[in-house]
């Protein structure tokens, strides 16, 4: 069992800058794949971001490239996104998630633990 926990969202106004944490609960947070997910009224969940466990490599949604930096702290058992240059089609609830598939996975059907989100809300 893994207990995911985000922080970090809030109200910002559009070209500012956000950063959301994961913190899990357990001792084999370092061999989980983690991901980034989020659903914006009315839409579907969709995916953001990724970082796989050791030797990590990343992912991003086209949406997100250039703007967005996922990264981990696998001694914090933290997962991290900085968000730049946010937008207000960037407003959603972020929700992270843990997979133990090896690779950096795009699929949300490949992640079976979630975190409950975080709002970030992203005012023109």
């Known amino acids: 069992q893994v207990q995911l926990v985000e922080s970090g969202g809030g109200l910002v106004q559009a070209g500012g800058s956000l950063r959301l944490s994961c913190v899990a609960s357990g001792r084999t947070f370092s061999s989980y794949t983690m991901g980034w997910f989020r659903r914006a009224p009315g839409k579907e969940r969709e995916f953001v971001a990724v970082i796989s466990r050791s030797p990590t490599r990343t992912n991003y949604a086209d949406s997100v490239k250039g703007r967005f930096t996922v990264s981990r702290v696998n001694t914090a058992n933290t997962v991290f996104l900085q968000m730049n240059s946010l937008k207000p089609e960037d407003t959603a609830v972020y929700y992270c998630?843990?997979?133990?598939?090896?690779?950096?996975?795009?699929?949300?059907?490949?992640?079976?633990?979630w975190g409950q989100g975080t709002q970030v809300t992203v005012s023109s």
């Open positions: 998630a843990s997979s133990p598939t090896p690779v950096a996975t795009m699929n949300r059907n490949d992640y079976n633990y």
